[in-house]
């Protein structure tokens, strides 16, 4: 990753300083330039939507937030302050979680010990407190992500569906309570309960200050829950804008012709 824009960023007012910028992102498969120099911010409190057709970039980007890709070239602020990601468990330290319909969990263990995986909860004599996480668990998946089918945090992770799997991966996030959440797709395999109950508590997130970016090839679901929509194509950023700037139509149109 380049050094060159690793100076501070200047921002114009105190407060306006983004969660997360990037500048000038560029990646490349061989020959094939995925990213030709993407530059976008994340703010405090927002939900942001990366839209774009098949093969826009979207997942290389997502990829490169969550520490899983490095960039070629271009330069990472989170919070003002320059970053260079190493690995996944670096991005995560800095808060971020990222969820993809299978969001490296362990199909051997339970619900409840892949939502604290490698958090253990630890009792009083040193072992791993398991009545709690159970407890914690169940309520996570009662009261926030709402879940048909995951009856118990007991049940094997094996066992669940593609949509369950991913909305175990989102409890996770959720009790964690991570800065920023990147949701890749993450109502494809989501029931409309379920996706209902995500996009309630992206609210929640969002009035607490917490900001999500979200990945979606459905305009409708973005357009009801987004509060500023970037659209890619061929590995560039080409839309941006409010959601008072545009429209359902208009993001359709646009991703359409991209
Ligand atoms: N590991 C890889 N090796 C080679 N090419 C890749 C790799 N990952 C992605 N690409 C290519 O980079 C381009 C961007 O892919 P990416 O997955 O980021 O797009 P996307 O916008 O997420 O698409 P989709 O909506 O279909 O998931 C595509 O042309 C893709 O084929």
Known sequence: METVAAKQPEYPEEGTVPLLELRDIKKRYGALEALKGVSLHVKRA?????????????????????????????????????????????????GIETIYQDSALVDSLTVARNIFLGRELVGPFGFMHHRKMRAIASDVLQTIVAIEGIDSPDKLVGSLSGGQKQAVAIARAVYFKRTLLVLDEPTSALAVRATEALFEYLRTLRSQGLSSILVTHNLYDAYRICDRFIILSHGELVFEASRSETSVAELTERVSRS
Request: charged fraction near 20%; hydrophobic fraction near 45%.
């Open 46 to 94: 927002e939900i942001l939507a990366l839209l774009g057709d098949n093969g826009a970039g979207k997942s290389t980007l997502v990829k490169i937030i969550s520490g899983v890709v490095p960039p070629d070239a271009g330069s990472m602020f989170w919070e003002g302050r320059p970053v260079t990601l190493k690995s996944h468990a670096e991005a995560t330290a800095l």
